[in-house]
């Protein structure tokens, strides 16, 4: 696998979250507010489930919400972290079989979250191109723009998790 390639700064997403697919969200933990400047994005009881690639202090949920924390950083993955990926997608299946609401998230809601939210629609039988494709005309032309994790999802998450043991 190829390692993620420099690219210039990132622009802020211009939401909060998007919805990919009825019930299922990715955002980050900031969005460019109507204002133009930088606001923070504090989940409190929209969603049944949220999913955190990267917790920061004072972004919620609001208590009752069910809430999964799984840092992962924004670069090549070790077996470990791609299995907690792979459960917070299963978890993501789960919730939306049962009709609840979920949001992935991570710092912007662009890489991390799109990794989770296309293992979960790849796991639902989508092809990974066409999840790729999805994402980012939901989110954002930026979604997914680590190429490492494009690959990732190419490859399948699973047997880019025993191709990474096999490398320890």
Known sequence: MR????L????????????IVPGLWMGGHEFRGD????????????????LTLLRLPGHGPDPGVEHHVWPVPDGPLDGTQ????????????DALDE??????????GYNRSGL???HALIRAGRAPDDVIRLIRAR???????????VDYLRTGLPTARLLEELAE
């Open 82 to 93: 791609l299995t907690g990926v792979m459960r917070l997608g299963q978890a993501a299946c």
């Open 35 to 50: 204002s133009g400047q930088t606001e923070f994005a504090v989940v409190h009881d929209e969603f049944d489930l949220v």
């Open 3 to 6: 390692a993620r390639r420099k």
């Open 8 to 19: 210039p700064d990132v622009p802020v997403p211009d939401d909060p979250w998007n919805e």
């Open 139 to 149: 989110r954002s032309p930026w979604a997914l723009h680590n190429e490492l994790f």
């Open 99 to 108: 009709g609840r609401r979920v949001l992935v998230r991570c710092f912007h």
């Open 116 to 118: 989770v939210v296309a």
